[in-house]
């Protein structure tokens, strides 16, 4: 099954707007540069988010936001919309981030009610699962990400609206990653269970990225892996030259 590969960045809450603009201007020159084999993303802060569009202007790299609320509109101070996230040129949007998950107790009900608000506004979403350090040492990783799987992925979804990362809480910006046979056996398993929820067809197309400390010097290891289709990168992804060195050295 092909499934095309996807680069994507989550700036997180980094970046005034000089910074935004001279980013995404580095990374439209060195995607420009080649002809490449995978999808590019990048998720700025919302601040950014209109500035950077306009510096990627031209180039093959998609705009995401970090989040989104459920609702179009109304009463939600100091939220933003899946509608507004379109209107303004996002794609896609990240939802369910661990940092998420735990600073604004986002439960996986919240997230798959996100994902079907994106759907229904015309963005495609990048949800995201992943154990802590204590499940994994308690032997807990394939049930905690199956779990998560089940309860933030919409019945129905399709390949075309979804896509899945696997980030390991432990292994974002620590410098520590899974091994690639640890890596492996989540992405396999979180297969089985797209396969079992969203039919085997399906869940052969949708893409599950690998994120967590992902670096140019690991990038080509982690990205080789049978059911890995890409990364979510976090840290990397604020160097342009790492960011483009991610997909370069995964041969992308
Ligand atoms: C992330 O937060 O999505 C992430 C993968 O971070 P980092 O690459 O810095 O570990």
């Known amino acids: ?12 809450m980094n970046g005034l707007q000089q910074d935004g603009v001279e980013l995404a201007a580095a990374v439209k020159q060195a995607v420009k540069a080649k002809k490449w084999n995978c999808e590019f993303v990048v998720c700025p802060p919302f601040t950014l988010l209109y500035a950077v569009k306009k510096a990627l202007r031209g180039a093959k790299v998609a705009l995401g936001a970090q989040d989104c609320h459920t609702a179009e509109k109304g009463a939600h101070t100091g939220d933003i919309s899946p509608l507004m996230l379109k209107d303004l040129g996002c794609s896609y949007v990240i939802l369910g981030h661990s940092e998420r998950r735990a600073d604004h107790k986002e439960s996986s009900a919240m997230v798959k009610e996100k994902a079907i608000a994106a759907k229904k506004a015309g963005l495609k979403a990048i949800i995201c699962i992943g ?30 609206d979804v896509v899945i990362a696997y980030e390991p809480v432990w292994a974002i910006g620590s410098g520590k990653t899974p ?74």
């Open 1 to 12: 099954m092909s499934r095309k590969m996807m680069i994507a960045g989550n700036w997180k």
């Open 131 to 160: 154990e802590t350090l204590a499940e994994r040492e308690s032997g807990k990783t394939l049930d905690i990400c199956a779990k998560q799987v089940r309860e933030s992925v919409p019945d129905g979804a399709k390949a075309a």
């Open 179 to 252: 091994t690639a046979e640890q890596v492996e056996e989540v992405h396999s398993q979180v297969r089985k269970v797209l396969a079992q929820k969203l039919g085997k067809a399906e869940a052969g197309k949708m893409r599950i990225l690998y994120g967590g400390s992902v670096k140019p010097a690991n990038a080509a290891q982690m990205l080789a892996l049978e059911d890995v289709d890409g990364a979510l990168i976090g840290g990397a992804s604020l160097k342009a030259d790492d960011f483009i060195n991610i997909a370069a050295n995964a041969g992308c």
